[in-house]
Nanobody
Framework: QVQLVESGGGLVQAGGSLRLSCARS????????VGWFRQAPGQEREFVAG????????YYADSVKGRFTISRDNAKNTVYLQMNSLKPEDTAVYYC??????????????????WGQGTQVTVSS
């Protein structure tokens, strides 16, 4: 089993920055692809960014490209999401998710077997 715990959410003004962390525990010996997703009230959960097992491949939703950066430190079993130039429309609960695999970042939520509990990000205008 794999457990994921997000942290780093909070309230920030538009134009500000936050860094989210996703700490993985449990079965950590396998290769995992990690994705960040978000869900705003009344909306479906959507893909934000994903990273391959060694960090070589990253993929972003068009809405965050150029503003968000995903990275990972496998020695710490942690994946990060640096969010800059935040906008009110970035307000959502952010979730990290993991799937076994090495290279191919998937965007559908159904491809990910493990999920964290989420962390709230609120961007005020």
């Amino acid at each position: 089993q794999v457990q994921l715990v997000e942290s780093g959410g909070g309230l920030v003004q538009a134009g500000g920055s936050l860094r989210l962390s996703c700490a993985r525990s449990g079965r950590t010996s396998d290769g995992y692809i990690v994705g960040w997703f978000r869900q705003a009230p009344g909306q479906e959960r959507e893909f934000v960014a994903g990273i391959s097992w060694n960090g070589a491949n990253t993929y972003y939703a068009d809405s965050v490209k150029g503003r968000f950066t995903i990275s990972r430190d496998n020695a710490k079993n942690t994946v990060y999401l640096q969010m800059n130039s935040l906008k009110p429309e970035d307000t959502a609960v952010y979730y990290c998710a993991a799937k076994t695999g090495l290279w191919t970042v998937a965007t559908p939520t159904t491809r990910y077997a493990y999920w964290g509990q989420g962390t709230q990000v609120t961007v005020s205008s």
